[in-house]
């Protein structure tokens, strides 16, 4: 083994450790702020990795859409709903359980593998020759055989990943483009909606009638907060 | 084969496992999108893996001429003989290239990850508008 290569798996040995560390301390932090933080350093140590594993192209990409785009809409998502976490209701030893047993099976799962970096593993014997070596007469002078396999070979999941940005993108659109939506409050175990207009004298005969329910909140709609409900808000933090 | 055996798949399982727990034990919706997150990055390091030739690089190709070149201009700085032109021109031949497919596969998950994530954080933003909490127990049996 040159010492090339035993440099570059000591590197990918500490970066693994370091996006495990990461990972836990996202899981421990309450402040959602720090985490989306730690979400952003994630990544980007998860791109420094993929450069040791040669996926320059997933790199950059992980670095830039990962690390820059994800971490600035998450932070636009904090500025809105506020950055503290709740304290946990109970403790989490179902989850736990999952976790722990769906982990064993996959690492049990992981002794069939073929070991890391093999040059004869299954993945590197079937169409991988022949992009590296016949992508250069195929699909024209690319050196980079990505670039090709992205364009050409696969061209198809290319143009389906993009319906699926499309479709993505009218949902956000649809979702945020929409002025305030009716209110709902939590009363008597149960959420109801609050009609836009609705007073709460309107409301309490409502109740009192037993028939469709609604509380209207006493200040003016564009008032995120209804007067009878103030738990759960984040921004009394910052 | 390597000192590295089967070390990955293990280190993208423990990944993929603090991602999992995020996403069903918290009860924060943004903490639930940051957990599926972790999960997704973990999937895409498995896929990588997958492709990685030990002592390869890259796939973009070395051109032999690019090689000849790079010979040269050793051999004009340093005085080299030509026995290393021809060395890293064979070099430039049979170089080791790691699988490009994974690679490509990862790009197109990595951006529709974006995209699902863009559109979980607008649910999320609407939620909080309409129920005054994004915490997932206070949704279900009311504010405490």
């Known amino acids: ?238 | 084969m390597t000192a590295l055996g089967l070390f990955n798949y293990w280190a993208v399982i423990v990944l993929m496992m603090v991602g999992f727990y995020t996403l069903i034990a918290r009860s924060n919706l943004v903490k639930k999108l940051i957990g599926l997150n972790i999960f997704q990055t973990s999937v895409i390091l498995m896929y990588v893996s997958f492709g990685k030739v030990t002592g390869g690089t890259a796939p973009i190709l070395v051109e032999a001429a690019h090689a000849e070149e790079v010979g040269e201009t050793a051999e004009a700085v340093g005085g080299v003989g030509a026995e290393v032109v021809e060395a890293v021109e064979v070099a430039g031949e049979a170089i080791l290239y790691s699988n490009p497919l994974p690679h490509v596969l990862m790009l197109t998950a990595i951006v529709v990850g974006v995209a699902t994530l863009a559109l979980g954080l607008s649910l999320v933003v609407r939620i909080k508008e309409a129920y005054g909490t994004i915490e997932e127990h206070e949704l279900l049996d009311g504010p405490s």
């Open chain 1, 1 to 238: 083994m040159s010492e090339g290569v035993l440099m570059a798996e000591i590197v990918d040995i500490v970066l693994l450790i370091l996006l495990a560390i990461t990972g836990i301390m996202i899981i421990r932090l309450r402040n959602l702020f720090a985490a989306v933080m730690l979400t952003g350093i994630y990544s980007l140590v998860s791109a420094g990795l993929f450069v040791v594993m040669d996926a320059v192209d997933v790199a950059f990409t992980e670095a830039a859409v990962g690390a820059g785009i994800s971490t600035v809409l998450l932070l636009g998502t904090l500025a809105l709903v506020g950055h503290q976490e709740a304290e946990p209701t109970h403790r989490p030893i179902l989850p736990l359980f999952v976790v722990i047993i769906t982990g064993g099976i996959l690492v049990y799962g992981t002794s069939q593998m073929p070991p890391f970096g093999g040059p004869d593993n299954p993945a590197q014997l079937h169409v991988a020759p022949h992009y590296l070596e016949e992508s250069e007469h195929e699909v024209g002078h690319i050196p980079n055989v990505v670039t090709s396999v992205l364009a050409s070979y696969r061209g198809y999941d290319t143009m389906g990943e993009t319906a699926v940005v499309f479709a993505a993108m009218v949902g956000v659109l649809l979702l945020l483009s929409r002025g305030p939506l009716p209110k709902r409050v939590f009363h008597e175990g149960q959420w109801i909606t609050v009609r836009p207009g609705e007073t709460r004298e309107e409301l309490e005969a409502e109740i009192k009638a037993g028939g469709p329910v609604g509380i209207e909140a006493t200040p003016p709609p564009d008032d995120p907060v209804p007067p009878d409900r103030t738990a759960g808000e984040g921004d009394t933090h910052g």
